[in-house]
């Protein structure tokens, strides 16, 4: 089974390998170097304050907006609040747009949010005063505040926007706004009638135009053996763990992505669950992908236009496709190609010319087997591959055996917070990360995401050149934080600087979309959330 390894994607036509020369991926590797219905409720320490009682002086207000797609935007704020905690108390209220992931995002930060003076979750239509109560009201909070970030928050789309922008004119006091890395926020000087203003995120080398956390590393490292747990998953000896022979690997995929991995389970009656990995090869044997196929954001954003133009036009959210239906393989598929076949994944393949044994590998993928984890009691569930199920375009599918003496596993585990740089420091250097924190916490930790990720694709290919020009020159987003409280010069350019570029894009889009009095719902929508700058 011959291997062509693809710049763009982790694995592919051998037609993709001529610039792998030149692509930042292909210098690293070569370098060597180093669901119950949500109530709102009221988790802080002090939680339970007589209405009138005292604020802590100089408090920081965090708003954090959690999408539905997975816990990204809830660990940005996680991180925002942690990094803003070094120069104040702080107050952290988090707007779930849908009740879907509300419990078990709550549980995800209930370690941080208890330690704070104030802290406050809602979801969906909860009511916004009842949440607060009378002595917290949000009119309240934004005037005693010291200073106040949407961290991160997308306008557009949440019930409780005007809430926001109406205790921000109330009290004609200006707010910082941050957004996923890399994303834009529209015409913000309008919207927020002057009040808001942008701080640019994301990986760049210009202190101007970005920056991303670096709040794993203040992550105080563990004793967890997650060797020793992950082999007991998968039902290995413990002398499994301490050979020497157990490879970790990461795998984080997006939660809404996992029908679009393939597996076929040949034995599901004990735990440790027998399958069989489909992959899309093509005859020459290589594996298929497609370097142009777009990601799922692309695809929704290209539905979200079509509504723009069209009303009429209902979008459909569920745009994974599986690999049996797509005819390519998916990044899951990719990166086991790589585990089993690809030098880049194992520099130590010679081992067998010195009679040692063959490795036994376990990719952690959290957002996989979520059915049979949650019918194990949510703890953890394990599949060992046993083959890969070929498919072949015209021909069917045939299976073959893994390479003689291998052993690979597939473990469904939860990665808790506070153990994650623990975790990440016993994983092997190549990982998949889709999402902006997993892919900064495997930066940080020296790890190279080698697969394309389907989601936040420039931002990957920016941290990978990022990572060759050296990370100390990334700008740390939780200093430009600290700094918008506590230094005037920062202040002021930031807010020149937001209020130019929305000027800017402003005109743009009025040249597209006629006076803004004019836009219709959707325009303002897409405005607002980035979609056009």
């Not at 219905?37 to 009138?52: E, F, I, Q, V």
Request: aromatic fraction near 8%.
């Amino acid at each position: 089974m011959a291997l062509a390894w693809a710049t763009s994607g982790g694995g592919g036509s051998s037609s993709s390998t001529s610039k792998a020369s030149t692509s930042p991926l292909a210098a690293l590797l070569a370098s060597g170097s180093s669901a119950a219905a949500a109530s709102s409720t009221d988790t802080g320490a002090d939680a339970a304050k007589p209405a009138g009682s005292s604020l802590p002086e100089g408090f920081i207000l965090i708003m954090t907006q959690v999408l539905p797609d997975g816990f990204g935007d809830l660990i940005f704020g996680e991180n925002a609040v942690q990094e803003l905690q070094e120069i104040g108390p702080v107050i952290w209220l988090r707007c779930y747009v849908s009740k879907d992931n509300f419990v078990s995002g709550e549980e995800l930060i209930s370690e941080v949010a208890a330690k704070l003076p104030r802290s406050y979750a809602w979801a969906a239509d909860d009511d916004l005063d009842s949440v607060l109560g009378s002595s917290d009201s949000l009119l309240r909070l934004w005037a005693e505040c010291r200073e106040c970030f949407l961290a991160p928050w997308i306008f557009g789309l949440s019930g409780h926007e005007e809430a926001v922008l109406t205790a921000a004119k109330a009290n004609s006091k200006r707010f910082w706004a941050l957004t996923e890395y890399g994303r834009g926020m529209g015409n913000i000087h309008t919207y927020t009638f002057g009040l808001g203003a942008k701080v640019p995120t994301g990986w760049t080398l210009d202190p101007e135009e970005g920056g991303v956390f670096r709040s794993i590393l203040r992550l105080t490292p563990g004793t967890t053996d997650w060797k020793a747990k992950c082999a007991q998953y998968c039902q290995l000896p413990p002398s499994v763990a301490k050979s020497g022979r157990l490879r970790l690997w990461w795998f984080y995929s997006r939660k809404d992505d996992e029908k679009k991995h393939d597996f076929r389970i040949l034995d599901h009656t004990s735990r440790l669950l027998k399958a069989a990995k489909v992959i899309p090869v093509g005859t020459d044997g290589e594996i298929i992908t497609d370097p142009n196929e777009k990601t799922n954001g692309e695809k929704l954003a290209e539905q979200l236009l079509q509504a723009a133009n069209n009303p009429d036009f209902k979008p459909n959210t569920d745009v994974s496709c599986a690999e049996a239906t797509s005819g390519c393989a998916g990044q899951l598929s990719q990166f086991i190609w790589g585990i089993l076949l690809n030098p880049a994944f194992n520099p130590q393949q010679q081992r067998g010319e010195k009679g040692e044994e063959e490795p036994i590998d376990i990719v952690v993928a959290p957002n996989l087997l979520s059915s049979y984890r949650k019918a194990n009691g949510g703890d953890h569930a394990a599949a060992e591959i046993l083959n890969l199920e070929l498919l072949l375009p015209g021909v069917g599918s045939q299976d073959r055996a893994l390479p003689p003496g291998r052993r690979l596993f597939v473990c469904s585990c939860l990665i808790p917070r506070a153990d994650m740089r623990t975790f990440l420091e016993q994983t092997e250097r190549l990982v998949y990360t889709t999402g902006d924190q997993s892919l900064s916490e495997a930066m940080f930790l020296d790890k190279i995401p080698v697969v394309k990720p389907d989601a936040k694709v420039t931002q990957w290919q920016l941290a990978l050149n990022a990572k060759l020009q050296g990370l100390s020159k990334v700008p740390d987003l939780g200093r430009v934080m600290r700094d918008l409280v506590t230094v005037e010069a920062t202040r002021s350019r930031m807010r020149e600087a937001s209020e130019v570029f929305s000027k800017a894009l402003e005109l743009q889009m009025v040249a597209s979309l006629g006076p803004v009095e004019s836009w219709t719902p959707t325009n303002i929508i897409m405005a607002r959330a980035g979609m056009m700058g």
